[in-house]
């Protein structure tokens, strides 16, 4: 093999190591072999075979080389065992996106901690990247380092990347404030039907914001003679409208008022951090949000956003269906307790153990521990609510829950136009799930499953409740292209395998 195709791989495995936030000791360690012969592999000075290059893609999980078409991943579960032990709650990746945006507004270098290796952070990282920033992995990938340039090139912005994520969306608020004219592609992310971006222009155009739509691109104008003058009334409680409008503010010289706000949890997470930045608000977990803006920000920042309720309900609900004893820790209580009411109403058994504060200081977590319970359906239909209703994204979870209940349960997802037809996946596992319309479902439990193969749903949750439901199934069944959940769970395939679960992880040759 010629010195220059080996330097090129080398630089290929080099690339793909660092993504993942490896030290090259610890690449040696996965492949049974030494640091300096990775590092020797790395710079090109070692021959390598294609079964060491494949054994190299596969611990990094990344396709180093392939011929034709590198396929999706794909899932192999081996069903009907119970789990147990205990498994942590990572940070939350909506939270982190958002974050990751809010960088923008300073000149500073921000640190974020226990940030989700997801792939709708890669996207995100792969968008700042194209424009300038400069981003690594820090403490071996624990950490992320975000430095921004002094100008950032937006000409150059990574197309499929950005398309490949709706959170690009939350560009708009900062960029406002570095630049007059700048041009974003249409958001993309999960198919979850229409989901208007007039909300978030109707919040942004206060602050001097116009947008124009032509085929795929949204053109960006900024009129700096413009301010609120009056409170800014969102027409939706959205999370991610209510993040832009904090995003417009925090740099707005002046007192802005946001009504209707989301109070969600990454919306939290966000205001934390601003105020970590210098920018003071009132009413943080309200509905009315006073921000202090500055015209200027300057200074690092060092965060760690706290933990993701959708994931605690996850792993809960894994329990559940598996009818597990398994302790989910660092739960962030404050955005689960409605769901936990309505599990306890179904007969769940489960204990609840002393508060206790995330890394950022101020969100509540505790450690829950769920035994097997035998559940009846709720009284009432299970539909979500703005916080501190049930979560949008852990009404999906209550599919699977209400499939192992006795009784029937009507599930009402009034937010989004397609995402309850996606549950209906769950009748191939054997579940009874009926649609009512393109919003409701009626679950009648319980449920006697059965292993198949089918393709991941388009939807984030629904495929991760097709996942579990499988967890719950006897025998082996194949849940195929999973990229959907890989952008917003952390190796969840291998921490279930953690306690108890049989996942393997494949691709077609």
């Known amino acids: 093999m010629a010195d220059d195709y080996l330097a090129r791989i080398g630089k290929l495995i080099r690339d793909a190591r660092k993504h993942r936030g490896w030290t090259q000791a610890e690449l040696g360690t996965a492949l049974g072999t030494s640091q300096s012969a990775v590092n020797r592999i790395e710079n090109g000075g070692q021959n390598i075979s ?24 794909h899932l192999r579960v081996v069903g009907g065992r119970q789990l147990s032990g205990s498994i942590d709650v990572k940070t939350s990746k909506n939270a982190c996106v958002a974050l990751l945006c809010a960088s923008l507004l300073t000149t500073g270098r921000t640190t974020l901690r226990r940030v989700a290796r997801i ?33 950032l ?12 994520t709706r959170s690009v969306l939350m560009f708009l608020g900062p960029l406002m404030h570095r630049v007059d004219r700048f041009k974003l592609p249409y958001a993309g992310g999960c198919d979850l039907g229409t989901r208007t971006v007039e909300p978030h222009m109707a919040a942004l155009r206060r602050f001097g914001l116009e947008v124009t739509a032509t085929t795929g691109v949204y053109h960006a104008e900024v009129d700096r003679s413009v301010s609120p003058d009056r409170p800014i009334v969102l027409t939706e409680r959205g999370d991610t409208v209510t993040e832009n409008a904090l995003l417009a503010a925090a740099r707005h010289d002046g007192v802005s008022v946001i009504r209707n706000a989301s109070p969600n949890y990454m919306v939290q997470d966000l205001c934390f951090f601003l105020e970590k ?10 509905t009315t949000l006073i921000v202090h803006g500055l015209p200027e920000i300057t200074c690092d920042v060092d965060y760690a956003p706290s933990e993701d309720p959708v994931e605690a309900m996850s792993l809960l609900a894994a329990a559940v269906v598996t009818g597990s004893e398994l302790t989910v820790r660092r739960a962030p209580v404050e ?30 977590l505790v450690d829950l521990t769920v035994r097997p ?27 699977a829950i209400a499939a192992t209940a006795q009784g029937s349960t009507l599930i009402h997802d009034w937010v989004y136009d397609n995402r309850a037809i996606y549950l209906t996946e769950l009748t191939r596992l054997g579940a009874n799930v009926q649609l009512m319309d393109p919003h409701r479902v009626l679950v009648e439990g319980p449920t006697r499953w059965r292993a198949a193969e089918m393709v991941c749903p388009p939807a984030l949750r629904p495929a991760v409740v ?11 069944s194949v849940l195929r292209n999973v990229y959907v959940i890989n952008r917003g769970y952390e ?17 077609d040759i």
């Open 50 to 73: 294609l079964e060491m290059i494949a054994r190299i893609s596969e611990a990094l999980d990344s396709e180093i080389v392939s011929l034709g078409y590198a396929g999706p991943m």
């Open 119 to 151: 792939e709708e952070v890669y996207r995100l990282l792969e968008v700042l990247s194209s424009i300038g920033v400069k981003t690594r992995w820090i403490n071996d990938g624990a950490d992320l380092e975000i430095t921004p340039p002094a100008e």
């Open 153 to 164: 090139d937006l000409a150059a912005m990574d197309q499929t990347a950005a398309r490949r």
């Open 277 to 286: 930045l210098g920018v003071r608000i009132e009413g943080i977990g309200t």
């Open 335 to 364: 955005f689960l307790e409605i769901e936990l009411a309505v599990l306890e109403e179904m007969g769940l058994d489960y204990d609840r153990g002393p508060e206790y504060f995330a890394d950022n200081g101020r969100t509540r």
């Open 373 to 399: 319970s035998k559940l009846r359906s709720p009284i009432d239909k299970i539909h979500p609510m703005p916080f501190p209703g049930i979560n949008i994204d852990n009404v999906p979870f209550f599919a």
């Open 466 to 476: 097709v996942l579990l439901a499988m967890l719950a199934t006897e025998g082996t």
């Open 491 to 507: 190796d969840l395939a291998d921490r279930l395998n953690s306690v108890g679960a049989q996942i393997e992880t494949f691709r």
